[in-house]
């Protein structure tokens, strides 16, 4: 996964100013998620996502800070959505469990980032922000301000379950690259979703065509892992 950030705390102006309303910072939140995946994080504006906002310009300081805790935020935004699609599973210590097990629990886990990444990314507008965070994981690097502190590693934690189902060091290039082999038709789908489609006469990803290729993912994956020497 793309490098995931805390966002700046709140602030709270000593007089007046905002109400601190959910509504109004999710919808700035959801927003700018669109704005910065369509332009970047250089082309996208604060005052251009505030107008779509339908909020004042000054919410966005009152409320992120400013550009970049905007940005840090919609990634953590982002990043708690997917942890809760993805359940307890991805939480879970990997050695506890067996070689079987481990696998049932990748496959969950490609099953709900297929669903997050394919469907529910794309019905929230969040797919090309998700495709640029994988692409550039680093298009927004500011460390003096904490913004790539503290990243979790999803895909250190899918290396680990990759490494008991194989029966070797998840630090080791070889469940590296089984597990980027294992993941490969998922992230190519997410990253070159409209190339894809474009391929396979699909006019959109959900229902059959959705399961279909879920059904692929599982398939590949399972064949790439289970036949591991």
Aim: net charge negative; glycine share 10%.
């Amino acid at each position: 996964m793309a490098n995931i950030v805390s966002p700046l705390p709140r602030r709270r102006p000593e007089a007046g100013g905002y109400a601190r309303g959910d509504e109004k910072r999710t919808a700035i939140l959801e927003t700018a998620i669109r704005c910065f995946g369509d332009d970047g994080y250089a082309g996208a504006s604060t005052r251009g996502i505030a107008a779509e906002a339908g909020v004042n310009p000054p919410a966005i300081q009152y409320y992120f800070g400013g550009k970049a805790g905007l940005y840090a935020a919609c990634r953590h935004h982002v990043f708690d959505s997917l942890m809760d699609a993805l359940g307890e599973n991805q939480g879970t210590t990997a050695q506890a469990y067996d070689s079987r097990s481990a696998m049932r629990v990748f496959l969950c886990l490609l099953d709900a980032l297929s669903d997050f990444l394919l469907d529910t990314a794309e019905r929230r507008g969040w797919r090309r922000f998700l495709a640029r965070m994988r692409a550039n994981p680093n298009e927004v690097a500011h460390p003096e301000d904490g913004l790539l502190r503290g990243d979790p590693d999803f895909f250190g934690h899918v290396c680990q379950l990759v490494g008991v189902i194989i029966s070797s060091p998840p630090q080791s290039d070889t469940v590296k690259l089984k597990t980027a082999a294992a993941m490969g038709l998922l992230t190519t789908f997410h990253l070159e979703r409209d190339l894809m489609l474009a391929r396979f006469g699909w006019d959109d990803l959900t229902g059959a065509n959705l399961e279909a290729l879920k059904t692929v993912i599982r398939q590949s994956a399972t064949a790439i892992l289970e036949h591991s020497e």
